[in-house]
């Protein structure tokens, strides 16, 4: 059922309508969510008209100031950035990501600056020095809460004025909301399918780092999922940020294309994820569901599953060996790809050296599903709507006992082991996931926003600090030997103490950690690894999942010695 459909005016085609009778000698700047390509040939087309224009990049002008403007051949280029009352201290730093990667070898110097939205850029040449003013617009506009927040936007300088321009990509995304709001919504989950499908003109832009690259597709699809899921929150009258909340599975599939925007509410998809199978340690892309059901076959074992809300099941072994057992998931978040193929190489390995574990890898069967839908069209796209089941929730975080689907699965995996240990498999983005038209930084998640190296987090019942805390050294120092990973954590982490300041994480032989007491987990111990692996795949992807088996094993051998060590009390 169609709920709403529109097709917003291209901006840039807007403009060219505008100033089509402007007398000769006109001069125009505007800043728009646009691609290169096409701002230059907006520009050109205002050119045979007689008019003078620069259409600049809305979405992190800084970065497109260097990609665009500056003149090449400078040695150092330092960055005064603007500083906002309405924003994060390091608001416009963490915009100029991942400039610092992108100039070298030219050194560069960020400072905090005192203008509220200009940045001042001084590049320093062998024959002297240049300065210039690099403008960031933006809007203040009230935050979920009513708050003052700060968000890129359109803007226009012409005819003797200077102000905000609403742009078609910021027509999109108010349209989208906007029609969410005016329908008329009953009782939670309140859809199965909410689809939001937009088509948006701009190309990606790789950027010369690592998976970097602009991207107003993606941008679009993380502020408008989030944005949905805030709205459904309030709705619900649940606090903000809480996690129960059910709305249902939230879709935006953003396309290249005039702007358009379709908002439908559908049946849940029930089909598999489909792809060809791989040898898995040579795995360069996430697998086909009946790849992961084959592998679970041929390892044996007792088999355990739950049911998921689009009918799909999730399914699991038990491995009956010898030692201290383990549970080891993965899946709770397929928008995250390498945990599924670390934790099936992990129990090959387990299975053969006789130890005892389960194994769930795809604990979250219908948002995996979404994933593969979401990455037939944009397969370097984060896509956190995968992220959540098709209820709409992280899967985790149900307590209800008679609706608890794929959670379930974990209850199934304690009671057959007893196990002390939970070695759960995740990652998070390869490259800086952004929410431009709500604060610019994703609301929740701001530690997330940059990649900074494999991440461990270690949650331990209160009074198990201490051999929690041992069991993270010895993962670490294991992992340590693998001078690949080494590599990249040290990149990772220089990267985003330049761009984000302070880290505010524990380093422990080289990877960044959190330990810390958390009561909301049944299993005392919980591991849980991060691995910057949204969107990589290739050779990226196979050192991904072998970073995570080599965590799995690490740790389980590591836990046989602790076990029955004197610090478990
Ligand atoms: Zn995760």
Not at 477 to 501: E, F, K, P, V
Request: hydrophobic fraction near 40%.
């Amino acid at each position: 059922m169609i709920i709403h459909h529109a097709t917003p005016e291209r901006t840039l085609d807007a403009l060219a309508a505008r100033f089509r009778e402007a007398p000769a000698g006109t001069r125009l700047e505007a800043w728009t969510f646009d691609d290169r390509a096409a701002r230059r040939r907006a520009e050109g087309l205002l050119a045979t008209r007689g008019v003078t224009a620069r259409i600049r990049s809305a979405y992190k002008p800084i970065v497109t100031f260097f990609l665009e403007d500056a003149r090449p051949g400078f040695t150092a280029a330092r960055i005064t950035y603007p500083v906002h009352p309405a924003a994060i201290a390091n608001r416009f730093l963490l915009e100029s990501y991942p400039l610092a990667a992108l100039l070298a070898p030219a050194t560069t110097e960020f400072l905090p600056g005192v203008s509220t939205d200009t940045y001042e850029v001084t590049l320093t040449y062998p024959e002297g020095t240049e300065v210039h003013h690099v403008f960031a617009p933006n809007r203040t506009h009230p935050d979920l809460e009513g708050a003052a927040t700060l968000s890129p936007c359109g803007w226009l300088i012409a005819d003797g004025q200077s102000g905000p321009l609403l742009t078609d990509y910021e027509a999109l995304f108010h349209a989208a909301m906007d029609a969410i709001a005016a329908h008329r919504w009953t009782q939670e989950p309140y859809f199965e399918e909410l689809n939001l499908a937009l088509s948006i003109p701009a190309d990606d832009e790789p950027l010369n780092h690592d998976d970097e690259a602009l991207s107003l597709r993606e941008a679009m699809h993380e502020d408008l999922y989030f944005s949905a899921l805030e709205y459904f929150g309030q709705l619900s009258g649940r606090p903000i940020g809480d996690r129960h909340l059910q709305p249902g599975q939230i879709v935006p599939e953003i396309t290249q294309g005039p702007p358009s925007l379709t908002v439908t509410l559908r049946r849940l998809a029930t089909g598999d994820r489909m792809g060809a199978h791989q040898p898995l340690d040579a795995a360069t892309a996430p697998p086909p569901t009946a790849q992961i059901r084959d592998e679970l076959a041929a390892l044996g074992g007792t088999r355990f599953t739950a049911p998921t809300r689009a009918g799909r099941e999730v399914e699991a072994r038990h491995i009956a060996g010898t030692g201290a057992p383990v549970m080891i998931s993965s899946g709770q978040h397929p928008n995250e790809t390498s945990p599924i193929i670390g934790a099936l190489r992990a129990a090959q390995v387990l299975k053969d050296q006789g130890a005892a574990f389960t194994i769930s890898p795809l604990e979250n069967p219908d948002g995996y599903a979404l994933h593969g839908r979401l990455v037939a069209d944009n397969p370097r796209h984060m896509h956190h709507a995968a992220r959540y089941t098709a209820f709409g929730d992280d899967l985790e975080y149900r307590q209800n006992p008679v609706a608890l689907y794929e959670h379930g699965i974990r209850a199934q995996a304690e009671a057959l082991t007893g196990a002390q240990l939970h070695i759960n498999l995740h990652g998070y983005p390869a490259h800086e996931w952004t929410r431009p038209l709500s604060g610019y930084v994703p609301r929740g998640f701001a530690m997330w926003t940059l990649p900074k190296g494999f991440f461990l987090v270690m949650r331990h019942r209160e009074g198990w600090g201490d051999i929690a805390r041992a069991l993270t050294e010895a993962v670490t120092a294991d992992l340590s030997r693998n001078t690949a990973l080494m590599d990249m954590n040290a990149r990772q982490i220089a990267l985003y103490g330049i761009h984000a300041g302070e880290t505010g994480f524990e380093m422990i032989n080289g990877f960044p950690c959190y330990i810390g007491h958390d009561p909301r987990h049944r299993v005392p111990l919980t591991l849980i690894t991060e691995y910057p692996d949204e969107t990589i795949y290739g050779d990226a992807y196979t050192a991904a999942h072998t970073a995570q088996m080599q965590t799995v094993l690490a740790a389980h051998a590591a836990w046989q010695q602790l076990a029955s060590s004197d610090l478990l009390v």
